[in-house]
Every structure is written in C-alpha cells, then in structure tokens.
C-alpha cells in the first residue's frame, strides 16, 4: 500500500501516465479523423458518380427523347451488378406518376432545383439521390446506394486499435524504463540528504559524471553536503572547545569554593558559598544541556551511531530504578510495558529522553498524585501524570528552549528538559507531543508522521 502511495505520488510516474494517456489520446484523434474522411469521400466520390449518371440520362434525352431514355434507363437496370450497391432510376410526369424506372413513388425532392439528399428507398436502404427537370411534364430521380463500408470501417479501428495498443504499451515501457532510471538518480540525492553519511556521499560523487542536468544537480548536491558537513563538524569542534573552557574555570572556582566553605566557621557565608556552588553546577547543566541539543539537532536525519535498542528492557530498567523513588516521594508510579519493543538509536540519548520526562512528571506532581509510563509497539511511549498540568496556552512553546510551561523563572530548572527531548526524539526520527488531558499533562513520543 505504501509502494503504491508512493507511486501515485512521484513525478515520474505521473509523466508516464501523461504519456500514455496522450499517446491513447492521439491515436483515437487519428482514428476519428480517418474514420472521417472515409466516409466524407465516400459521399463525394457518391455525389460525383450520381451526378455523371445524372448527366449522361440528360444527354440520352436531349438526343433521342423521353422514349429512348426510357429504353436506356430499362437496359441499365437490367444489366447492373447486384452487388448491394446498385443504382435506381425514377422518370416521372409532372404528378409524380411512374413512366420508367424501378422506383414506385417521387421522393420529396424538387426537380425544378435540381434538389440532392439522402432518400429512404424500399426497406431501410438508403441512398443519395438526385432530381432534376427534364420538361414541363417529365422529370428524373438518379439514386445510388451507398456503398457498404462497415467492413472497411470495422478492419480500420481495428488496425487504430491494434496500433494504439502497442503504442501505449510502448510508452509505457519506454517511460516506465527512463523514469525508473531517473528516479534512482534522485533517490540517491534524497538518500544523501536523509542521511549524509560517507557512503551516501560516495554514491553521489559516482553518479554525477555525467553532463545532464540531474548530474549537475548530483554534483551540487554533493558538494553542498559535504559543506554542511564540515560546517557541523567546525561548530561541534566549537562549541566542543569553548564548553571545554568554560566548564574548567567553572570547576576550578567550584573547587576553590569547597575549600573557602571548609575554611569559614561563619554561617551565613556558608550559606552565601553553597549558593554560589548551586549555581555553578546550575550553569554547568545548563551548557551541557545545550551541548547534547545542538549535536542532536546537527545529527537529525543522521543514522551513523545508531544500533538496534531494546526499548523495552531500557524502559523497564528506569521504571525499577524510579520505583524506589516514588515509594519514597509519597508518589503512585504505574508502569505498563509491552515487551519486545524495539528501535535504532542510542540508548544514551534514549535514557536522556525518557529520564527527563519522568524527571518532570515527579518534580511537579505533588506528593501523593500518580504517575504512569507507558510503553506500546510503533513505538509509543506514554508519560503522563494527573498534577497540575501545563496550561492550555503553553502547548505550543513548552518544548522550546528556556521555556518552563508557565512557572515563574525562579523555580527550579534550566527551562531545556523538553527542548532536549524533542532534540533527541528528532534525532531517532520520532516526534513528541503534548496531548490534552482533563488533569494533568500526557506526553507522548512516537515515529514522525510521513509528510
């Protein structure tokens, strides 16, 4: 079903059906048209033969008179092929009334205009008839029927048919063969770009030695990937060094802060120096925090790193290690976990992940409420609580960075939790959300819906 979506979807194969729709198209016009000018001929050709018999009957009678055309017209009808095709005569007197011929009655045609149209003769034969005036008192019907063209018409569709067939067929084939090689070159760009790794940059460089405009764009493609890539890996170098030089003066002042409280018999300064200290590790989590959400974000779509995770063993670990601690905060810690629940990622970050919202959901749950983790197949992962909640209007900005849901700055916390998680859920091709609950607040992690 999902091979088909796809299909639908691709450009390739919405050119291909163009082309076999206006290949389909196409001929039926050419079939039509041919069909057409068949019978169109076939009617002049009909006209033209009408009027030279015609012509010669008038000639016939302007030479040996009305008697004579009478013989003429006789003779013809008695030597003409039967063949379905034949030919009627009509010589009439001014009334209508028969003098020769094998018609019986005047059709409704005006001799004196030497009139012309297609008349019903005895059962359904149909003919092209021509009328004219020979005198005052005598006139002449010249009809021919039409020849039979149904066989003719029938063998044209269907050599159309036969040829519109192998038409389409063959565009088919032909558009179906280049789209398919076209859509493997840029499925090998959209695979570098999911996931810019050594080899997929490889796969570009050998397909872009080409001269047409999908290697040139191959070859951008490549060049600009491999860019971004030394970008990524200049600013993780960064970011990497200046932590490294921040975090060590702030070690060392914490260090030197331990030994100036060592060293102080006096309350209030003691108090004043572990202060101090909280907020250096305070600002050490803080940086490391940023740290671990800028590498994630920078690998997103990235799969170098990832193994196989068993979700579930991971989950039911925490959940042992957060049963202790619930049982100690007054807290009532649910767990339903569906074995054999696995992803590729890094279980590292993974725990990061699920730690920080379980972290959350104990923080600000009072003591006594409920917390549940729940773990399904897909994979789901469910954390929710029945505390005080996130407000309404918060939902959108709650996993952004600094953002503490709506507490005031001065509670406890960097406000980077859910920023972090929704940097790792990224990284691992997840999405996490916050669904609304009458009480409490409902997390949610599960694989990012295909756009």
Known sequence: MTHLVAIRHSIF??????????AAEITFGLWLLTDTTIQRTNHLAMER????DLAGMIDIYASGGAEELSKRIEDRLALQPRNGNAAH??????NGKPIAGDLKRWPDLHATVSEAAEIRLNGDTEAFARATQLGPNLRLLVAHEHHDLDVLLRQVGLAFLTGGVLAVLAVALGGWMAAHRLAGRLE?????FRQPDDSALEQLARGSGGRDEIDELTSHSGNALARLRQLAAAQRETTDHVAHEIRTPLMHLDNRLVKALAATPDPETA???ADARTEIRGIIRMLESLLDIAASEARRGDRHGLSPVDLSGLVTRLAELYADSAEESGHSFKVDIEPGVTIEGEE????????NLLDNAFKFVPSGGTV???????PRLIVSDDGPGVPEDQYDEIFEKFSRGGRPSSSEGTGLGLALCRAIAERHHLEINLIPTEKGACFTVTPEAKR
């Open 348 to 355: 590292m970050a993974l725990t990061r992940l699920i730690t």
């Open 271 to 273: 108090a004043r120096i």
């Open 49 to 52: 033969a009408v009027d030279l």
């Open 188 to 192: 090998r760009i959209n695979a570098a």
């Open 89 to 94: 005569y009509l010589l009439a007197d001014a």
């Open 13 to 22: 194969a919405q050119i291909v059906l163009w082309a076999i729709f206006t």
């Open 372 to 378: 549940w983790l729940a773990l399904r197949k897909g």
